[in-house]
């Protein structure tokens, strides 16, 4: 039988620890050669000016867990204007203002599709559990103090993450919406322990951190990179958050792989896709930083190695980082898991996905 799993079933299951643990097993499986992932690929079609139809596709397999995992999104992006600052959104216009995004597990003894999941949870739930794996190895062991960018839909799982990691005293978040800030900031002094303020400035953020951490979908820099001071550590989910100069005074670049992503688009666009001009603050000579997320987790290449660095770990567009199926394949097993242990989800004949005729 072949399962499938709406975002409200992952929801019922998944939780930060189990991800923390399964990211970076695999991350180090990755780091010593034992898992395989095919670079993210991207398929852009013009639609109107800053809009475009994006087909996105990544795999990749992790045999400790014996799945291979494939995640695909169609959607479609605009580059919009938010309260003064460009970013970059994917429209709702799938029958009832809805978004495509699937992942299907699949068993790589019997080459049988396990489960078809709804994405979302789980595509922001690897998110932040890779950003805790990357600051559980590059921040200074003694952070305590955070400042925060963003209360959207990604910034939950980052703070869950990091107090996982950190035994955390303070948080400090900046976002520009003031309502979903006031709203996100009680939520979290609901759930934790730990001090939770409202920063009215940009540099509130940065400054007294131990970590910076950026949830934001912002094609503009959302802090000076000037503003960074020796032994802070920096988490970015996608490189327009980030100026030149964060990346220039960044010790270390951690990033997930360094297999480029891949991008098409029609020859005849009149346009580049949007994302193409925040990408361009990184140059090569940057690359004698990075480091592999994998190879430090698996001690193949070294992470923080003294307290006064400057360390940043980059997310999609930052040098060659971009997101990994075998992300997907852990966390993906997890779901599975535990929903067939609790009988959730729909079960549907494994012919309907499988043939008789060879291929």
């Known amino acids: 039988m072949t399962l499938i799993l709406t975002e409200d079933d992952i929801e019922k299951i998944i939780e930060m620890p189990d991800c923390l643990r399964v990211i970076e097993e695999t991350f180090r499986d990755f780091g010593l ?6 670079p993210r690929s991207h398929t852009y079609t013009h639609l109107a000016p800053g809009t475009f139809y994006n ?7 992790v045999p400790r867990y014996g799945v291979h995992a494939l995640r695909l999104s169609s959607e479609v992006l605009q580059s919009q204007d938010h309260l003064g600052k460009m970013r970059e959104e994917k429209l709702p216009l799938a029958p009832g203002g809805r978004y495509v995004g699937l992942i299907i597990l699949f068993d790589i003894n019997t080459t049988e599709p396990l489960a078809i999941m ?8 690897r998110v932040g559990a890779t ?3 990357a600051a559980k190895y590059l921040s200074r062991q003694d952070a305590e103090i955070v400042g925060l960018f963003g209360s959207g839909w990604q910034a939950l799982p980052q703070v869950e993450a990091l107090a996982r990691i950190r035994p955390l005293k303070l948080l400090k978040v900046f976002s520009l919406n003031p309502v979903n800030k006031k709203i996100f900031a009680r939520k979290l002094s609901e759930r934790f322990q730990f ?4 920063a009215e400035e940009p540099r509130d953020v940065v400054a007294g951190s131990d970590i910076v951490a950026c949830a934001t979908n912002s094609s503009e820099p959302v802090f000076d990179g000037d503003w960074l001071v020796p032994g802070q550590h920096v988490n970015s989910l996608q490189a327009g958050e980030l100026d030149v100069r964060t990346l220039e005074r960044a010790d270390i670049i951690g990033i997930r792989a360094f297999e480029k992503s891949l991008h098409f688009q029609q020859k005849a666009s009149p346009e580049s896709p949007f994302n193409s001009e925040k990408t361009k603050r990184y140059n090569p000579s940057f690359d004698g930083k990075l480091r592999a997320l994998g190879d430090i987790v698996a001690g193949v290449a070294p992470g923080r190695v003294c307290d006064e660095e400057i360390t940043l ?4 567009g930052t040098g060659p980082s971009s997101g990994l199926g075998i992300q997907f394949a852990a966390v993906g097993k997890v779901a599975y898991d535990l929903a067939k242990a609790r ?7 494994v012919n309907l996905f ?3 005729h060879h291929p």
Do not use: H, W
């Not at 050669?33 to 095919?38: D, K, P």
């Not at 087909?55 to 397999?61: R, V, Y």
């Not at 009988?343 to 004949?349: A, D, S, V």
């Open 55 to 61: 087909f996105k596709s990544m795999d990749g397999c």
């Open 33 to 38: 050669g034992q898992a395989v992932s095919r």
């Open 118 to 125: 709804q994405e979302a949870g789980l595509q922001r739930m």
């Open 131 to 133: 950003s805790g794996v």
């Open 343 to 349: 009988g959730l989800g729909i079960e549907l004949p």
């Open 313 to 316: 770990f980059g997310g999609s």
């Open 195 to 198: 001090e939770v303020q409202i």
């Open 354 to 356: 499988t043939q008789t």
